[in-house]
């Protein structure tokens, strides 16, 4: 079957609401709900055919578009590749012109169904935080970790990685438990570097692959939550097979964690990024200020050591 390009609208108010639109009658899947955006033309990029495809379908004029996300799905009529963009900025009045009707939704929420089946995952990423915090408490101490973490959990942090290889075995296991359990008293959900086994004990929503275990998983681990470091276009494919919910891509630049590595920039993130397979976090001596230089590279959000606990911004 042949393969179809399509490009997809993420159009997100600033409350975070995100627009769906219900295909006509007299249309494959009628009824069903789908993100605006259509087929690419021939001479056309995904980033033109979105600007022309949101013109015609909704009356607005894009100023601004992020890449964020590529999936695949073989329906009975059509092999299609969804080009998802996250459209930040628009000119003119939504009008619908090509739906039965438009409603707008909230990450996590499932306000309105049936969704078209290449979907589903895709509202799952969208309900991931933008901001990733990596613990290092084998730097600053376990207390000192488990005080910041708290003061980071009641400022709103959702995502945390628990990464200590400085810690030994006895200390990294009391830390874990300690965190795993503070994270869902604020409705965080938590992922252990690594170690299956202690994520497992201590209840973890996840476990955060490193990049050489990507190399010997063959199956994706029996978790809410699989993430993955990545270095590359190849990690990041690997994590896709993998079936991970997303990876963090880097270091962007040299960090104290690893000085050894290069920081691979923005430009070269971005060739690296192209239009992920899963959403990615970019990594490597970034914080809060970086998030919308990473947004525009294909970027899901930041992840970060320091930053995170220091409240530098």
């Given at each position: 079957m042949k393969?179809?390009?399509v490009?997809a609208a993420i159009?997100?108010?600033?409350d975070g609401?995100f627009?769906?639109?219900?295909?006509a009658?007299?249309t494959y899947y009628?009824?069903?709900w789908?993100?605006?955006?259509g087929k690419?033309?021939?001479?056309e990029?995904?980033?033109?055919?979105l600007i022309?495809e949101l013109h015609?379908?909704?009356?607005?004029?894009v100023t601004?578009?992020?890449?964020?996300?590529?999936?695949q799905?073989v329906?009975?009529h059509?092999?299609?590749?969804?080009n998802?963009?996250?459209?930040?900025a628009?000119?003119?009045?939504?009008t619908?012109?090509?739906?039965?009707?438009?409603?707008?939704?909230?990450?996590?929420e499932?306000?309105?169904s049936?969704m078209?089946?290449?979907?589903?995952?895709v509202?799952?990423a969208?309900?991931?935080?933008?901001?990733?915090?990596?613990?290092?408490?084998g730097q600053?101490?376990i207390d000192?970790q488990?005080?910041?973490?708290?003061?980071a959990?009641q400022?709103?942090?959702?995502?945390?990685?628990l990464?200590?290889?400085?810690?030994d075995v006895a200390g990294?296991?009391?830390?874990v438990h300690?965190?795993?359990?503070?994270?869902?008293q604020f409705g965080?959900r938590?992922?252990?570097n690594?170690d299956?086994?202690?994520?497992?004990?201590?209840?973890?929503?996840g476990?955060h692959?490193?990049a050489?275990?990507?190399k010997e998983?063959?199956?994706?681990?029996?978790f809410?939550?699989v993430?993955?470091?990545?270095?590359?276009a190849?990690?990041?494919?690997?994590?896709?097979?993998?079936g991970?919910?997303?990876?963090?891509?880097?270091p962007v630049?040299?960090t104290?964690?690893?000085?050894d590595?290069?920081g691979m920039?923005?430009?070269?993130?971005?060739?690296?990024a192209?239009?992920p397979p899963?959403?990615?976090?970019?990594?490597g001596?970034?914080?809060?200020r970086?998030?919308?230089?990473?947004r525009?590279a294909?970027a899901?959000?930041?992840?970060?050591?320091r930053a995170?606990w220091?409240?530098?911004s």
């Amino acid at each position: 079957m042949k393969l179809t390009e399509v490009a997809a609208a993420i159009i997100a108010r600033p409350d975070g609401q995100f627009l769906l639109g219900q295909r006509a009658p007299e249309t494959y899947y009628a009824g069903y709900w789908e993100f605006p955006g259509g087929k690419v033309e021939p001479g056309e990029t995904p980033h033109d055919a979105l600007i022309r495809e949101l013109h015609e379908e909704l009356g607005i004029v894009v100023t601004r578009a992020d890449p964020w996300l590529q999936r695949q799905h073989v329906y009975e009529h059509a092999h299609v590749r969804l080009n998802f963009f996250r459209v930040r900025a628009w000119t003119g009045k939504i009008t619908d012109h090509v739906h039965s009707r438009l409603a707008w939704q909230h990450p996590g929420e499932r306000g309105v169904s049936p969704m078209l089946p290449a979907n589903a995952s895709v509202l799952t990423a969208l309900a991931l935080p933008d901001f990733y915090a990596i613990t290092h408490a084998g730097q600053i101490g376990i207390d000192a970790q488990l005080k910041r973490l708290t003061q980071a959990l009641q400022s709103g942090v959702k995502l945390v990685q628990l990464r200590e290889p400085e810690l030994d075995v006895a200390g990294r296991m009391a830390f874990v438990h300690a965190a795993v359990s503070l994270c869902h008293q604020f409705g965080a959900r938590v992922l252990v570097n690594a170690d299956q086994t202690l994520a497992q004990e201590s209840g973890a929503d996840g476990v955060h692959l490193r990049a050489a275990q990507l190399k010997e998983i063959t199956q994706r681990p029996d978790f809410s939550l699989v993430a993955a470091s990545c270095h590359g276009a190849a990690d990041l494919a690997a994590a896709a097979t993998l079936g991970c919910d997303f990876a963090v891509l880097g270091p962007v630049n040299a960090t104290t964690t690893h000085p050894d590595r290069t920081g691979m920039g923005w430009a070269r993130f971005s060739i690296e990024a192209g239009f992920p397979p899963l959403p990615i976090f970019a990594l490597g001596g970034l914080g809060w200020r970086d998030m919308d230089q990473a947004r525009r590279a294909g970027a899901h959000g930041i992840a970060a050591i320091r930053a995170a606990w220091s409240g530098q911004s």
